[in-house]
């Protein structure tokens, strides 16, 4: 907070400075912009109405009407950019110095590979501030992508991946090379059509008391949205923000990808694509509904997605329809956009014929609706409020995982009470008492039918998990623009507010069928778990932002200014300042760029509201002797997992770039530093510990059922409970160089990448049992470690070469990418890793101090117990030698209705085998699947694509 307190005084003082200094100058001109856009078909000119025009870096925007015609008042004479779109069109991104009398005649081209500079590939990007990339729909056809995450690799530090639907699709920024993260992607805001996706309300997973992993192969609520839900058919354009993104942008640590979908009358499409793993096809059209400009923009998508070849049972699905009515009111004063997705699809797991013994069969289903709308309203003859404008988005989407597996050496306890202390014999009713007469079992309330189950060896196991998840959000803003001197503000000014729910009814199993145990935490159990008495998450926003340009002389600086405040129920509230700062060193040749920013992500529904921890103890088991009269007889312990202690995680971003132009050629390099704080994930703490007296009956008669205590023995229940205790510090640098298209040989070179490394430690106790046992007299305390006892190292450096090679007459596009990985190690730094500085006791849970100073002096069994071996075999730096992956991707159009596409990824199957560096005798084949290192590789793998526009 502190920090923070320090930016926002100075960030004041210098806006006070910036305002002072813009007093003391004379007032610049502004003019009325006027002009009128055209599109260019066949050598045909003709007003283009509903195109959108932006003016960097005033902020300004507005659309064109059905003449094609646009203005802009009260706009700063000299240099600007302007940005002109429009759906099916190739946008127009070009620099000009505006005058006064000056009426623009602007010409949009279609989107088609016959331009003589195409874009199929990412453009970077620092035009509203933060390092960016922007991504159009040549692109995403060009690469042939069949989910967001495949056009990760058109962004500094991006590599090309196989484009199938085998896993979860998750998006992360500046991660290291060929790895994943939860953590990252959890943090990383996908905002479509103006309002953000949510993975928050997400619960399908076993129990997040031993882990917060997936069901059946759906998408992991410690993780982000799985982008396979989000079709690219009907995907104009996407832009990537690696950087410090707008204060109008929340609940996020990582970026955000802006995702616009095609809005307004384009070409009926239909479109298939095949590769080894999947098949799909999908149509789109938009319809004319009036002479205002309405529209209908409408499309469906099917995609089927095969694991393995050889496996056809193992196969992922997704259907889509999707409508976007787009209309024009007020004499195109107020655009709106409604539209409604409907989808379903999903994992699922046939059994295998051949597997007879463990009948493993699983899915992991969703069908789900979404309505979203956003619009904006320009008063156009007002010079100070430009636009007041709203986003929202209401989803529901049913979830149903489904698991089944005949389980062997499955016997353990199982106890149907939900209720702490509960003791219950094998007979439902059934009391037991000792000795004296006093009673031991101890049926509560409610638990008068149930009883206590000794599990089989083998049986067949069927659980499901189901979930309804609701999630609403709702934005509204508005901008105003002034001048002062020779600084212009554009004013940005609003809130949003957001709701996560899940009203499902949770997990279910019959008592006699649970779920395995889980042999990591002895004594644990498992419960129905439902959902729809789980609170919801809430979050409230509020932000404003100043955007100023202020110019002295040729030289132009641009500062985007702003706070951002967050309420999140149930844990608390964040103020985040952002500023992002550029100066023209050169005019229209250099410019600097620094920026500051806080982000914060509030965490979802199985963090805020995890399901409580269940322990069933034997107290006396004599199911294996045969007897008719046998006894078995459990305790029951319930735990509250929730942590009350649990922060916001905040991630605080620093950047220092510069951009260089010098005709075609362009080259941006950012350097970065992003400090990680309390980011969440499931294990243990210091709650998780909680002491149990164990103890053990046996008969006191053979023939009689009274019992005796046969033993008694203090044991530790050792379950996780969701924790902000995770840190990641990360620094880097990026860069894109984009030499142009040279036109003797029609062709365009880019050279893109980044160094990333990172450290990830965390900041709680690092916690020691592994010498206990299963038995009740064989348990141990637990030692703690001095936080920070390791932190894990990555550092990656990877480069893309892109060589675009293009025939505009004939519609010809070919790219060869060659991936570079020239670094790629990993190491883990140890701290005092040989003693631990205290230990929580198995005797009553609590924290003492570990009296003894060295090893040595510890001579009682019950502190050896707990003393680690000093073993460091990740010491060592695991460093791979460098290694080059060609990538080509090939387009055609033929005449204007058909295109094909093909690409090879990994062209010359090339699998360089590595020698460990740890461990000599052990080798790793790259580009193969790697899931010790969460790599997904990149076997050698084609596709085909064709598409017809009628």
Known sequence: MLDQRCFIRYAFLFLALCIAATLANAQQQSIKLRGTVYEMQQNNRRPLGAASVKLSPYGLQTHTNEQ??????????????????????????????????????????????????????????????????HIGRNAIDHLQANSLSDVMSLVPGGLVVNPNLNEPKQINIRNVANATSNANAFGTSIVLNGSPVSNNANLQTLTPVHTGSSMSGGTPPTGGFDTRNIPLYNIESVEVIRGIPSVKYGDMTSGAVIVNQKAGVHPLTVEGSTNPNLYGINLSKGFALNDRQDALSMGADYAHNTHDPVQSYLFYERTSLNALYSSNWL????????????????????????????QLRSSAKELGWVLNSSGT????????????????????????????????????????????GAILSNTPGGRLFDEEGREITRILPGDEHRYAIYLPSTYLGMHQIDGKEFNAFF???????????????????????????????????????????????????????PFDNIPALYQIGAFVEDNIVYHIGDHRLNVIAGLRYDRFSGVDDR????????????????????????????????????????????????????????????????????????????????????????????????????????????GPTLNTFRPVEYLQYERAQAVDPTLKIASSHPVLASFNQPHSNNQLDKWGLEFDLNLGRVDAIRTAFQLYGAHIQQKSYSSDYFFYDEQSGAGAADRTHIGLYAPEMTSANERSTVTTLKIVHNIPRIGFVVTLTTDAIWNESNWTVYGNDSIPLKYISKIDGQVYEFNFKNREDVTEKEFQEILRPVARPLEVVESFPAMFNFNMNISKEIKDFLKISFFANNLFRSYPVAQSDRVGTRYYTRNMPDNTRNSPGLPFFFGFRVGAKF
């Open 68 to 133: 094609g015609e646009f203005q802009l008042e009260d706009v700063p004479v000299g240099a600007v950019r302007i940005t002109v779109s429009h759906v099916g069109m190739a946008d127009l991104d070009t620099n000009m110095v505006l005058t006064r009398g000056h009426e623009l005649r602007l010409i949009l081209r279609p989107n088609s590979y016959r331009l003589r500079e195409v874009d199929v590939t990412g453009r970077s990007s620092s035009a509203n501030g933060s390092s960016s990339t």
């Open 331 to 358: 004499k195109n004063k107020l655009r709106t956009h409604h539209g409604l997705v409907v989808f379903h699809g999903g994992e699922t797991r046939r059994q295998n014929p051949n597997d007879e013994t463990r």
């Open 377 to 420: 309203y320009r008063p156009q003859s007002s010079s100070w409020w430009r636009e007041l404008s709203y986003s929202g988005r209401i989803g529901v989407t049913d979830k149903e995982g489904y698991y089944q597996q005949r389980y062997t050496a499955a016997n353990a306890a199982y106890g149907m009470s939900t209720q702490d």
């Open 475 to 529: 934005s509204a803003n508005t901008t105003f623009f002034h001048r002062l001197g020779n600084s212009y503000h554009t004013w940005l000014a609003g809130g949003d507010f957001k709701i996560d729910r899940n009203f499902g009814t949770g997990r279910i199993f019959a008592d006699s069928l649970p779920p395995y145990r889980n042999l990591s935490y002895v004594n644990s159990s498992f419960r129905n778990w």
């Open 575 to 682: 103020v985040s300042p952002r500023i992002n700062f550029s100066a023209d060193i050169v005019p229209d040749r250099a410019v600097l760029r620094l920026g500051y920013g806080s982000l914060a992500k509030a965490p979802g529904l199985l963090y805020t509201h995890p399901e409580p921890a269940y322990f069933d103890y034997i107290n006396i088991n004599e199911m294996a002797s045969g007897r008719e009269d046998a006894l078995f007889m459990t305790t029951t312990r319930v735990f509250d997992t929730k942590n009350n202690d649990l922060k916001i995680a905040t991630n605080t971003k620093l950047e220092a770039g510069v951009d260089l132009r010098l005709g075609k050629t362009q080259l941006h390099v950012t350097l970065f530093q992003e400090k990680l704080r309390n980011a969440y994930g499931i």
